[in-house]
């Protein structure tokens, strides 16, 4: 016999919670698998031209999500299994997780909010540098290396140049643009909506997974508490 009346109905809540919580975890994982491995962001930041490389940051990034959505399975199952044997040991653990947790998402997204703009920028800083070395080399080999790079950007991109109309200067420019952007779509605007896409769907996953949490933390409280109180205990 564990525990009874309104302690078991928070019982099975937190098991649903926790289940809730495990899923986001596969989600988490899963959506930065997808972004570790999307094609669009992939092919550009992956990129080397000489001895410049695109920015490295949201790779980081993104590891750190892996590492984040790994976490948060283990935790989520660690309080289902303590709910359900009513175990005050694994449920003071799965608390103690959950305050780190929550922390961490807590420092990542101020973090995150404090340096929104830095991948884009670090990528346009490093799209410019290959466009206007591209302008100045005259030798013909060192400039199609320049083109092939640039070529990935815009077709990736669907983009062309800065937003600037291809004068004769850049006409070596136009065989690494689609055939209808030559004179529009800045790519620095484009480069901007792939990242801020990204983020804002990050966003979106750190706030519902930051409710549950709370959620999570008030429930396994009073189950301990319930547990605690419990004559059979």
Not at 96 to 110: D, K, N, P, R, Y
Not at 145 to 159: D, M, R
Request: overall charge negative; aromatic content about 12%; proline content about 1%.
């Amino acid at each position: 016999m564990g525990v009874e009346g309104c302690t078991k109905c928070i019982k099975y809540m937190l098991f649903f919670f926790n289940f809730i919580f495990w899923l986001a975890g596969c989600v988490i994982l899963g959506v930065s698998l997808w972004l570790r491995h999307d094609n669009k962001t992939s092919s550009l930041l992956e990129l080397k031209y000489e001895d410049t490389e695109a920015p490295s940051t949201f790779y980081i990034s993104i590891y750190i999500l892996i590492a984040v959505g790994a976490v948060m399975m283990f935790v989520g199952f660690l309080g289902c299994y303590g709910a359900i044997q009513e175990s005050q040991c694994l449920l003071g653990t799965f608390f103690a997780c959950l305050v780190i947790l929550f922390a961490c998402e807590v420092a990542a997204g101020i973090w995150g909010f404090m340096h929104k703009d830095k991948i884009s920028k670090e990528l346009i800083t490093f799209y410019d540098s290959v466009y206007d070395r591209g302008i100045l080399l005259t030798d013909n080999e060192q400039r199609q290396a320049a083109a092939a790079v640039l070529k990935i950007f815009h077709e990736t991109l669907n983009c062309c140049g800065k937003g600037s109309i291809i004068s004769g200067a850049t006409m070596w420019l136009s065989d690494t643009c689609p055939q209808d952007k030559k004179t529009s779509d800045n790519c620095h605007t484009k480069i901007k909506e792939l990242f801020s896409e990204k983020i804002y769907l990050i966003g979106i996953a750190a706030l519902v997974v930051a409710i549950i949490m709370i959620f999570e933390m008030i429930f396994s409280m009073v189950l301990c508490c319930g547990i605690r109180n419990s004559p059979v205990y």
